[in-house]
């Protein structure tokens, strides 16, 4: 118990003094104990928001940079290609009949060409559209089983990590219980002490009191300690 008893005296006096100090103390060290609450509370956040980030990255690369990207570029460079072969085929349907040799065959070249293009670039089209098409069906759903694998994993870790804590733990909330029971009864005995040491005031005020009156009664008013020799 801090206090023997909670009389006005010198070593009453001193153990206040002792404890407040004890206070300022560990004022100190909570105000850094709760700095490294928030820098922890941070660090979680950061990382939180670092696997978000990962996630979207990794999104983001495997369908706006490649996927969608290509499936767009691919079907621009069939259009491109539909539109040259039908130039093409414009062309050398349009040459006439006498029409030089070299010309026709400079035509059929062209024609031909236009004609390979244009397969090769409907075929990539078709290839880049169908994974796309492909993809969405089980892409995101991945991703998912992923991320909620990794959690679980680092959970679990995270689990048996502090399940070998236990004994400590249980060894930690019988100190908690035991120091709370004493808390109570240090406020008890501290309540019993003011009851008493207010109980010896009311006392002596009353006694003072009393005296006083008496002196009044009888003619005489309070003795004078100044006057005794």
Same mark, same amino acid.
């Given at each position: 118990?801090?206090?023997?008893?909670?009389? =006005?005296?010198? *070593?009453?006096? *001193? %153990?206040?003094?002792?404890?407040?100090? $004890?206070?300022?103390?560990?004022?100190?060290?909570?105000?850094?104990?709760?700095?490294?609450?928030?820098?922890?509370?941070?660090?979680?956040?950061?990382?939180?928001? !670092?696997?978000?980030?990962?996630?979207?990255?990794?999104?983001?690369?495997?369908?706006?940079?490649?996927?969608?990207?290509?499936?767009?570029?691919?079907?621009?460079?069939?259009?491109?290609?539909?539109?040259?072969?039908?130039?093409?085929?414009?062309?050398?349907? !349009?040459? @006439? %009949?006498?029409?030089?040799?070299?010309?026709?065959?400079?035509?059929?070249?062209?024609?031909?060409?236009?004609?390979?293009?244009?397969?090769? !670039?409907?075929?990539?089209? #078709?290839?880049?559209?169908?994974?796309?098409? /492909?993809?969405?069906?089980? /892409?995101?759903?991945?991703?998912?089983?992923?991320?909620? $694998?990794? +959690?679980?994993? #680092?959970?679990?870790?995270? /689990?048996?990590?502090?399940?070998?804590?236990?004994?400590?733990? =249980?060894?930690?909330?019988?100190?908690?219980? =035991?120091?709370?029971?004493?808390?109570?009864?240090?406020?008890?005995?501290?309540?019993?002490?003011?009851?008493?040491? @207010?109980?010896?005031? =009311?006392?002596?005020?009353?006694?003072?009191? /009393?005296?006083?009156?008496? $002196?009044?009664?009888?003619? +005489?008013?309070?003795?004078?300690?100044?006057?005794? @020799?």
């Amino acid at each position: 118990m801090p206090f023997l008893n909670l009389e =006005d005296t010198p *070593m009453f006096r *001193m %153990k206040v003094a002792e404890l407040d100090g $004890g206070c300022k103390r560990l004022r100190e060290r909570v105000t850094l104990l709760v700095g490294h609450y928030r820098r922890y509370r941070d660090a979680l956040v950061a990382l939180c928001k !670092a696997q978000i980030e990962f996630a979207a990255d990794q999104i983001s690369a495997e369908w706006l940079d490649d996927l969608l990207v290509g499936a767009r570029d691919s079907h621009r460079a069939y259009e491109r290609s539909s539109a040259d072969l039908e130039d093409a085929a414009t062309r050398a349907l !349009a040459l @006439k %009949k006498g029409a030089k040799r070299e010309l026709l065959d400079r035509a059929a070249a062209e024609l031909a060409t236009a004609r390979l293009v244009e397969q090769e !670039a409907r075929f990539d089209c #078709a290839r880049r559209l169908s994974a796309v098409e /492909s993809r969405r069906r089980y /892409s995101f759903l991945q991703l998912l089983l992923d991320t909620a $694998g990794a +959690h679980h994993a #680092a959970l679990r870790s995270g /689990s048996e990590m502090l399940g070998r804590l236990t004994p400590l733990g =249980d060894a930690a909330r019988g100190q908690v219980a =035991d120091a709370r029971a004493a808390e109570a009864e240090v406020q008890a005995m501290l309540a019993q002490e003011a009851a008493r040491c @207010k109980a010896i005031g =009311d006392a002596a005020a009353a006694a003072a009191a /009393s005296s006083s009156l008496a $002196g009044d009664e009888s003619g +005489h008013g309070p003795v004078q300690m100044s006057g005794l @020799k």
